[in-house]
Structure formats: structure tokens, C-alpha cells
């Protein structure tokens, strides 16, 4: 057998409505890719679908998303590596473009270019992601929000994935800005919630996850991501400021911001245990 061209990591838990659309766009029938699905505490089908769309299926009845991504690493055999998950899509042709970045060098983290499937989603989830799609985190070399890929040496930065609720928000944190990059001419696909209440829900995970690192001083955060958040809300409001087309949608995203922070925070000093908050809206067929 050849020497696969890299490997992709999908930790899934419960994605038998998503799982088959997310290994089409691979291609993992290719035969150059190496696609590693982690069925983690899974109670569907999952694993059946994965194996019938042509990849390679390890189970596990350990909850976790960093036990499952860990496993996947274990699984996998080459770099440069994809961290994938199961309810995005990215065709296997940018995914290759995207491995051959990072083979080639020096980038050491990179993604395509995000695109946000709002075809299904209400007016206030839309208002939302038009202001977010427009902000410095997705249009300036993004790495995460489901999708990041490693080279070899990027993935030495660290050892295992810590069991803490964002791995997009530790990874990115990592690398300095000259170290990750977004490729030109790729894309993958994100699915967002049909409602603000999912949302919501999805967001003050994030929010949470971001507040978690940062108060646990997760290694490297400190370092890649104070400089940016020193520089204040001035370049970001700019940016917003020079689009009117924007300026409709500011309130929902103001708002939205503003009650998931304040959700966040809470659940983080109430030391309760965390919710996962996963979006089943965007998990259901179209009608």
C-alpha cells in the first residue's frame, strides 16, 4: 500500500445524520487519504455509515471529543493531518491543496477559506454571521470553527489534546499569526443553526471554551492571543464601521455576544458540569 498523502481525524459522537455528507465531500474512496473516524460513545449508527462510505472506524465508549481526537491520532500514519468535524464538509480536493501547504512549508497550521451555509437558517442566525464572517478571526489566516490541519512539526507543539471544551481555540493558540495560514481557492463548509435558540446554545459554548482556556492558562495561549486582544476592540470596530451594509445586522450580533458572554461566565464560576450544547437543528434533513 502507498504511503498516504495525510490523514484526517473525525471524532463523532451521535453523527448518523451528518457523518455519510461529511465523508462524500472527502472522497475516501480515493485511496491517498487516510480518514480515521472516531465513534465516541455513540448510540446510532455512526460507525456503520462510516464504515460503508469508506473509512477506517474506531470505537470507542469513552465520552470525549479530546479522547476521541487522541485515538485518532493513535490511528493515524502520516502527515501532514486534518482535524475534521463530522457535521462539516470540505471536498477532498482543497483538503489535498490544504495537506500540500503545509508539506511544502513553513506554515505549520492551515484551513481553508470558511463558507457559512445560511440557506436554512432564520433572519436573526443570518444577521448574526454576517457581522461574524466579516470579523479579523475568520478573515484573517482562520484555523478552526471545525476544521484545522496540521504538519508534523505543528502537531509536536504539543502532546495530548487537553480535555477542556474548545480544541479549536487551543490549537489556533498556538500558532502565531506567521505560522498559520487560510488557503486561496479552498473552502469548507459550515453548517449553522436554523434558530437563535441554538445559536445561542452553540455560542455560549464557545464563549465558554474561550473563558475556560484562558482561566486554566492552557500552554500557548497566553502567548499567540494577548497581543491581539491588546490591541482593544478599536481595529475590529473599523473594519465594521467602513461596511453599511452591515450596520442593520450590528444589534442581533451585539446582542447575541453580550448574552452568551454573560452565560459563559456564569456557568464557568458556578463549576457546574458543562453541557454540551450540540445544534441538532442543523443535523436534520432538509425538508
Not at 3 to 31: F, K, M, N, Q
Not at 102 to 107: F, N, S, T, V, Y
Not at 135 to 149: E, I, K
Amino acid at each position: 500500500m502507498s504511503t498516504p498523502r495525510g490523514s484526517v481525524v473525525v471524532p463523532a459522537h451521535d453523527e448518523g445524520a451528518v457523518i455519510e455528507r461529511c465523508l462524500r465531500a472527502l472522497r475516501a474512496g480515493d485511496g491517498d487519504l487516510e480518514v480515521v473516524v472516531v465513534a465516541n460513545a455513540c448510540t446510532d449508527d455512526t460507525a456503520e455509515r462510516a464504515r460503508a462510505a469508506g473509512a477506517r472506524v474506531v470505537e470507542t465508549a469513552v465520552p470525549g471529543k479530546a479522547h476521541a481526537l487522541d485515538l485518532g491520532d493513535e490511528a493515524c500514519t502520516a502527515f501532514p493531518r486534518a482535524y475534521l468535524d463530522a457535521d462539516v464538509s470540505v471536498d477532498g480536493q482543497d483538503l489535498r491543496r490544504v495537506l500540500d501547504v503545509l508539506r511544502e512549508g513553513p506554515a505549520l497550521a492551515a484551513a481553508p477559506r470558511l463558507r457559512v451555509d445560511l440557506s436554512r437558517s432564520s433572519w436573526p442566525v443570518r444577521a448574526y454571521y454576517r457581522v461574524w464572517t466579516a470579523l479579523p478571526y475568520v478573515t484573517d489566516d482562520l484555523v478552526g470553527s471545525g476544521f484545522y490541519a496540521l504538519s508534523r512539526a505543528g502537531r509536536a507543539r504539543f502532546g495530548t489534546f487537553p480535555d477542556a471544551t474548545g480544541d479549536d481555540t487551543f490549537v489556533r493558540a498556538l500558532f502565531a499569526p506567521g505560522e498559520r495560514v487560510s488557503v486561496p481557492g479552498t473552502t469548507f463548509t459550515v453548517h449553522p443553526p436554523r434558530t437563535l435558540a441554538a445559536l445561542l446554545a452553540v455560542k455560549t459554548r464557545a464563549r465558554f471554551g474561550v473563558a475556560e482556556h484562558a482561566a486554566a492558562r492552557v500552554a500557548g495561549h497566553a502567548q499567540h492571543e494577548s497581543a491581539r486582544a491588546a490591541q482593544g476592540p478599536g481595529p475590529v470596530l473599523r473594519r465594521l464601521a467602513a461596511r453599511p451594509a452591515l450596520w442593520p445586522a450590528l444589534p442581533v450580533y451585539a446582542a447575541v455576544g453580550l448574552l452568551t458572554r454573560l452565560r459563559a461566565r456564569r456557568r464557568l464560576s458556578s463549576g457546574a458540569p458543562v453541557a454540551w450544547d450540540r445544534d441538532t437543528t442543523s443535523r436534520t434533513p432538509a425538508a
